[in-house]
């Protein structure tokens, strides 16, 4: 069945609406809505959404609107979800625009903010461990994830390249690996 | 003309940071002062409550930089029109690149290189969110750790009542009720009334 183009509207408006702290917080919500409510992705997709999304320019959020939006309804659906999922942000700030004076400093508007962050970390933290646990990786999967892990905490190091040399690696293992038919490329041939 | 470069510019914001945001927090700061839009310390004090707002980090700074900049000039819907140029050129970029790399991935996606490609990118992917975890864990618990080498770092502002609202979250958000877990929004609404409560109401 066709997915309703109201329905990318409504899920990506509210996403919009009411996720804080950025991307990362983001996709957990993203995944509970596109993944298990509707069924748009699978995990596998959510995944790949996710090296997309960090690998190439714009905002993650956006970058994952447009790939669910165009992944159900092509380029309209891509339109929509992305309207969608600026419209309140855009709405909020252009109303908070007058009374931005109050608000900096402002004790009640700093104490939802220091609870909202607290709740943003258990967010990431669900994220990561849904996506992370999903397959099973080899050694190498967790050896790439830990040598990225450290090198984006303890350095500027950009993270494009960060996702390009692991990428690289990756591939040149992967296809050696196919090269000598080694059991893991044999199994996937066959799905 | 002041809607064109406003668009203009935040299109090339949009087209050449990747990884989200706080990446494009320079390059927009940097833009800012070069056009002459705005103080910088006005734009200092929008990123805090940017950050509080919700909605995409970048969404809500390219709003706020266009409604400022038009609304200096022609009011209002001057205001309206600048935030909608701003982030008309924030987001143009990655709905254009979306579609194209979906278009290609879903077309070879049996490929041996895009299976590899993705073999290798997917852990590192996995590593960024975690690190992003732990760089959001020590914002809201202990600030003023940075732990990029050879910055200034300190462990003074450690809150155990921050720490102790992540570990009541980490909880709440594996119980499930009608075999269903806690919908993340609703997290985020309780954090923002028990944030209220702890830190307005006992100042804690």
Redesign the interface.
């Known amino acids: 069945m066709k997915t309703k183009l109201w329905d990318l509207f409504i899920t990506f408006f509210?996403i919009?609406?009411?996720?804080?702290?950025?991307?990362?917080?983001?996709?957990?919500?993203i995944e509970?809505e596109t993944v298990q409510k509707h069924q748009w992705l699978t995990t596998n997709d959510m995944?790949?959404l996710?090296?997309?999304?960090?690998?190439?320019?714009?905002?993650?959020?956006?970058?994952a609107a447009?790939?669910v939006g165009?992944?159900q309804r092509g380029?309209l659906g891509?339109?929509v979800s992305?309207f969608a999922?600026?419209l309140?942000?855009?709405v909020?700030?252009?109303c908070?625009?007058f009374v931005?004076d109050a608000?900096?400093g402002n004790?009640?508007?700093?104490?939802?903010?220091?609870?909202?962050?607290?709740?943003?970390?258990?967010?990431?933290?669900?994220?990561?461990i849904k996506?992370?646990f999903n397959e099973k990786?080899d050694w190498?999967?967790?050896?790439?994830?830990?040598?990225?892990?450290?090198v984006?905490?303890?350095?500027?190091f950009?993270?494009?390249l960060?996702?390009l040399?692991?990428?690289?690696?990756?591939?040149?293992?992967?296809?050696v690996r196919?090269k000598n038919s080694l059991p893991l490329s044999k199994k996937?041939d066959e799905q | 003309m002041i809607f064109l470069s406003l668009f203009w510019e935040f299109f090339k914001i949009g087209l050449f940071t990747i990884g989200g945001g706080y990446a494009m927090l320079p390059l927009i700061m940097q833009v800012v002062g070069d056009m002459g839009w705005m103080e910088q310390q006005t734009f200092i004090n929008f990123v805090g409550v940017a950050e509080s707002t919700p909605g995409p980090f970048a969404i809500n700074i390219a709003t706020f930089v266009g409604m400022q900049t038009g609304y200096e000039t022609f009011g209002i819907w001057g205001g309206i029109l600048g935030a909608i140029c701003a982030t008309l050129g924030v987001v143009l970029p990655s709905l254009v690149i979306i579609m194209a790399i979906f278009s290609v991935i879903v077309r070879f996606e049996n490929s041996k290189l895009v299976k590899g490609f993705l073999y290798g990118a997917k852990p590192c992917a996995m590593g960024l969110i975690l690190s992003a975890f732990i760089t959001v864990f020590l914002s809201a618990v202990a600030p003023d750790v940075n732990l990029t080498f050879g910055q200034q770092s300190s462990w003074e502002g450690f809150s155990w009542i921050s720490l102790g609202l992540v570990a009541f979250f980490v909880t709440l958000s594996q119980i499930k009720i009608k075999k269903k877990k806690i919908h993340p929004l609703m997290l985020i609404a309780l954090s923002a009334v028990i944030g209220i409560l702890l830190f307005g109401v006992f100042q804690l």
Do not use: H
């Not at chain 1, 919009?16 to 919500?29: D, E, N, P, R």
């Open positions: 509210k919009g609406l009411f996720t804080f702290g950025g991307g990362y917080a983001m996709l957990s919500v509970r995944m790949s996710v090296v997309i999304a960090e690998s190439t320019p714009g905002p993650i959020a956006v970058n447009t790939y165009f992944k380029v891509a339109i992305t999922l600026v309140p942000s855009f909020i700030i252009s908070l625009y931005i608000l900096i004790r009640w508007f700093d104490a939802a903010f220091k609870g909202i962050s607290c709740c943003v970390v258990v967010l990431v933290l669900n994220a990561f996506l992370a990786q190498f999967g967790w050896l790439a994830m830990i040598c990225a892990t450290i984006s905490l303890f350095t500027e950009s993270v494009v960060v996702i040399i692991g990428a690289t690696i990756g591939l040149i293992i992967y296809l196919d996937e």
